[in-house]
Nanobody
Framework: QVQLVESGGGLVQPGGSLRLSCVASGSIFSINYMGWFRQAPGKQRELVAT???????NYTDSVKGRFTISRDNAKNTVWLQMNSLKPEDTAVYYC?????????????WGQGTQVTISS
């Protein structure tokens, strides 16, 4: 079993910054990627950013140039630096990890951390 613990959410004003952290622990042999999704009220969960074990990053268009994802493979930790935050970034942010198993892959999710952008 794999556990993900997120931290760093909160309330900030438009234009502000937040940094989310996520630590994965448990039965982890190898991680394919770690990343962040978000879900706003009344909307579907959407990808924000992912990063592979070799550092390949992927961002949704709406956050490019504002958000930066990074990771520490040795610590199974991923961060999301969010700058120039907008009200439309308000959502619950979920950390996710895809690990390799003996029979394929498995995805795990964190409990979510609330990010609210409001003046």
């Amino acid at each position: 079993q794999v556990q993900l613990v997120e931290s760093g959410g909160g309330l900030v004003q438009p234009g502000g910054s937040l940094r989310l952290s996520c630590v994965a622990s448990g039965s982890i042999f190898s991680i394919n990627y770690m990343g962040w999704f978000r879900q706003a009220p009344g909307k579907q969960r959407e990808l924000v950013a992912t990063i592979t074990s070799i550092g390949r990053m992927n961002y949704t268009d709406s956050v490019k140039g504002r958000f930066t994802i990074s990771r520490d493979n040795a610590k199974n930790t991923v961060w999301l630096q969010m700058n120039s935050l907008k009200p439309e970034d308000t959502a619950v942010y979920y950390c996710t990890v895809q690990i390799r198993t003996t029979i394929g892959t498995a995805n795990y999710w964190g409990q979510g951390t609330q990010v609210t952008i409001s003046s």
